[in-house]
């Protein structure tokens, strides 16, 4: 099981090999089972909860391999043609338009799908011939077929414990692919990221994993997510900015973790159990 840490998703270019590594610091050997696959041109699945960093993980291991990265965010409303492209009217010329996929396709970019299985069924299908040893992307709007550029890479992440069936990735996807599961880190090594990724002192960092952690022993309390490393971590950056422990904890955690009335105010009971000192 590997850790995994922080934030965000962008789309389009990612890091290179002329900018400093991403932050992430390995557990497991989940970095040497990223490198391997990708050099025999294997595509990857992510596996793990929302939060504790598989984007990171991704932009670190492009970093490593001096490879563009394009992300992309998947969403109910994706479509084959935002992945592959569409013609658009420019200028009073219709012109066709790559979109990120086939963009990482043609220049040898590694494409990370961000949360896959929400985008639909009909749309990741296109998916197969390229995570397949054939690495080819058929356009059919232009009646070609391309083979992917050397340097091309296919990683796919998902959230299995939070997907409903109907939200699961298929088996068809999921056999052309080389899985690597993640989880959240053991404490002492989730205590250094938040103490580094939000610049506060060990003893702040170490309060607020407790606190996660003891979110993440509830049996269920109508949370639909536990805490994550990322909502630590922005707790963190809040304290940083000189806020009272408690108060970025109900706004970084509680509040966002939850809508529900009762369960809001039973974090809050939380908060006042696990950072008291902080009152």
């Known amino acids: 099981m590997a850790d995994e840490h922080t934030l ?65 965010a998947c969403h109910d409303d994706l479509t084959t ?17 790559d979109g990120p996929l086939t963009r990482a396709v043609r220049e040898g970019a590694i494409c990370y799908l961000d949360e896959v299985v929400e985008a639909r069924q009909d749309t990741t299908v296109v998916l197969h011939p390229l995570a397949d040893y054939r690495r080819q992307l058929p356009i059919e709007r232009l009646g070609e077929t391309l083979n992917a550029a050397p340097g091309f890479g296919l990683v796919v992440s998902y959230n299995p414990g939070y997907q409903s069936v109907l939200k ?53 309390g109508g949370l639909r997510e536990v805490a994550s490393t990322r909502v630590l971590i922005a707790a963190g950056r809040l304290v940083a900015e000189g806020l009272p422990m408690y108060v970025a904890a109900e706004a970084a955690i509680a509040g966002t973790l939850t809508d529900d009335v009762a369960v809001n105010r039973s974090l809050k009971e939380m908060i006042g159990v696990y950072l008291t000192s902080h009152d």
């Open 81 to 97: 043609a935002d992945l592959v492209g569409r013609y658009l009217l420019r200028g009073g010329e219709t012109v066709w338009v």
């Open 168 to 220: 699961d990735l298929k088996d068809s996807t999921r056999q052309r692919m080389v899985a690597i599961e993640f989880g959240f880190p053991a404490p002492e090594v989730e205590e250094g990221i938040v103490a580094h990724e939000a610049g506060v002192d060990a003893d702040t960092a170490a309060e607020l994993v407790r606190f996660g952690q003891a979110i993440r022993r509830l049996e269920s």
């Open 8 to 72: 965000a998703h962008q789309n389009g270019a990612g890091p290179t090999a002329g900018t400093g590594r991403p932050f992430y610091q390995a557990v497991g050997n989940e970095e040497a089972v990223f490198k391997a696959a990708y050099r025999q041109g294997l595509s990857l699945v992510l596996k793990g909860p929302t939060g504790c960093g598989k984007t990171r993980f991704v932009e670190a291991m492009a970093h490593d391999l001096g490879r563009p990265l394009i992300t992309v």
